[in-house]
């Protein structure tokens, strides 16, 4: 997914491609054990970690977030950041939806817009499904199916819908021989032959092969429905019509918006949706400090990008205002890659003497700890992925500690006894990332490696490590990044980052341009499968692949504080999510 935290996978800001989905029956927001009375007042440090902080079904008053970061797009087919996504659920909805539910339950996934999670075919090649009666626009007029699947065809309009995830695509045209309804030439411009709308309340996706994640793909916002007679194209994000509980008023790019609710949505078609306030704004400043400061100060509810409060407002929450603060995981994967095309990384030994090499509680030191950074990483699974195995740390990462003698064997074994010259390439943007890459610039040293540290444009990651090319040219032996899903699942986080048919000249996220047939096939063979548990293996047995083969070296399984404000009620956080709270059940106290 994503190399920012405010991001799911956009090529430099977060962008990806991939899914794995748990079918359930329809749940009413939230579900799991409460805490904290539903009084709106803080619960307790982690009270809305595995559980639903304040319960409350009061409707009314102002829900604020604030936020240091705008959405890339509030267009549902272009928006690719994380927390856009989170938000998106106010004033778009979809056929299916993750659970309104806390931690892993979110991971589930449960009609919204459908009156369930589809007919699937006995090949597993098409997915049926109905529409609920109720279903309105702002404006009253129904939502159809035609509306639904047009929507979806705009992601196929990448000459003016670009930047968002392509996973719907990719598995139902993966020819790409559809050009997207503005080039359309049928007469009511919905000419994908891969989804048929036989009638107003039906719709049906004819996949050319299985994939086991196809309902997870439905689940962002990228399927929700779009009306034609809306569509303003580029300009669609400045104002989405809506089809959920809340509708836009304004919006001031960088600055803020601002939703009211729209009286025209029927609670009787939504099971997802509290919708409890009266109004949602965002407003967006530039400083992280003061976004944490007025967090502190009671003028704010809650962190709209979630990227962790930063080391002054952490050290403020943690000892004075504690109640108010959940340290969630994230999903994201930090990380080194090393590049097979930049010597002497093409020998795994080399690679696997910086693993070893490496101080592994120093580097969780540099992301913030043990809270704000997270726990040591042992895989490139994280732990809300299916295929995750908590005991796997095939190099002994877990117990902290750099291991002199066998990163000195490695070296004897790729040829370079007294060490090598390197580059470690970095984000010059990212506080945390440089104090990782001086971090691991210094353990290496005591095993003989020289690495230089490159801190490029974090703006420019597209062209600078996304393109293998110049990786090359500038000797980027070392890449630090992250990652996280679009989905949990094995074609969510890691077939991104480790499928060789996933290398691209430009805005790769493949850094070390991995492309081995046999975790290829395990890739292949994961997606086929539509029990999650039984894809969850494959997964599995492709991370232990790219582990051995010493393709990247984890540095933590992410964690942040995020701050929750004494009047939020419905606080909880979800997988689904990132470890954000669930944007859409939030309510406050007025």
């Known amino acids: 997914m994503t190399t920012q935290r405010t991001s799911r996978r956009k090529t430099a800001a977060g962008a990806a491609l991939v899914v794995a989905a748990l079918v359930s029956t329809a749940a009413c927001g939230g579900g799991g054990k409460s805490d904290g009375g539903g009084d709106g007042k803080a619960a307790g440090f982690n009270a809305g970690i595995g559980k639903v902080a304040a319960a409350s079904d009061k409707t009314g008053g102002e829900l604020k977030f604030i936020g240091t970061q705008d959405a890339d797009s509030w267009d549902p087919q272009r928006g690719y950041y994380g927390f856009m996504w989170d938000f998106a659920r106010y004033y778009s909805r979809t056929l299916v939806t993750p659970k309104p539910a806390p931690g892993t339950q979110s991971s589930e996934v449960v009609p919204d817009m459908a009156t369930d999670t589809g007919k699937i075919s006995d090949d597993k090649k098409t997915y049926t499904f109905t529409l609920r009666e109720g279903l309105t626009w702002e404006d009253g007029q129904p939502i159809t199916a035609q509306h639904i699947k047009y929507g979806i065809e705009r992601t196929w309009a990448t000459d003016k819908i670009s930047g968002g995830p392509t996973w719907l695509m990719q598995a139902l045209d993966p020819e790409k021989e559809y050009k997207g309804p503005y080039k359309d030439e049928s007469k009511d411009k919905l000419g994908l032959k891969a989804i048929e709308t036989p009638d107003e309340k039906t719709i049906v996706f004819k996949l050319p092969k299985p994939n086991g994640d196809f309902l997870r793909m439905l689940a962002l916002p990228a399927a929700s429905p779009v009306r034609p007679d809306k569509d303003t194209a580029e300009r669609y994000g400045l104002k989405p019509f809506s089809s959920g509980p809340y509708k836009f008023v304004s919006y001031r790019p960088n600055k803020g918006l601002e939703l009211v609710r729209n009286d025209k949505w029927n609670k009787a078609s939504d099971p997802v949706r509290k919708a409890l306030p009266d109004k949602v704004s965002v407003t967006l400043i530039t400083s992280a400090d003061d976004m944490d400061n007025r967090l502190i100060s009671g003028n704010y509810d809650v962190d709209l990008n979630a990227t962790g409060m930063g080391s002054a407002g952490r050290q403020k929450a943690l000892k004075s205002h504690k109640d108010n603060v ?8 930090r990380y080194a890659a090393f590049p097979k095309t930049v010597a002497p990384f093409d020998n795994e030994h080399c690679r696997k003497a910086v693993i070893y090499g490496a101080d592994h509680t120093s580097l969780q030191t540099a992301r913030g700890g043990a809270q704000a950074g997270g726990d040591i990483g042992t895989s490139m699974l994280p732990p809300a992925v299916k295929g995750y195995d908590a005991g796997y740390d095939p190099y002994a990462l877990k117990q902290g500690a750099p291991n002199p003698a066998k990163a000195k064997e490695e070296l004897k074994a790729c040829g370079k006894p ?18 990782t890459a001086e971090s691991l610039q210094a353990s290496l040293k005591a095993i003989g490696v020289e690495a230089q540290i490159d801190k490029f444009d974090g703006a420019q990651s597209t062209g600078i490590i996304g393109s293998p090319k110049n990786v090359k040219s500038k000797n980027y032996g070392i890449i630090i990044m992250g990652w996280g899903a679009d989905f949990p699942s094995g074609q969510g986080f890691l077939q991104p980052i480790a499928d060789g048919r996933f290398i691209q000249q430009s805005g790769n ?5 991995l492309d081995d047939p046999e975790v290829n096939k395990l890739f292949d063979q994961g997606i086929a499968e539509t029990d999650p548990e039984k894809a969850g293996k494959f997964y599995q047995d492709a991370n232990k692949k790219v582990m051995e083969g010493g393709w990247y070296l984890p540095f933590t399984y992410e964690k942040n504080i995020i701050w929750r404000s004494s009047r939020l009620t419905n606080v909880y956080t979800a997988d689904a999510w990132n470890g954000r709270y669930d944007y859409s059940s939030l309510g406050v106290v007025k």
């Open 418 to 435: 007294e060490g090598f010259k390197t580059t470690i390439a970095v984000r010059n943007n990212k506080p945390a990332e440089v104090a």
């Open 326 to 333: 959940d340290n969630p995981q994230t999903g994201f994967i």
């Open 509 to 513: 996220q493949n850094y070390p341009e």
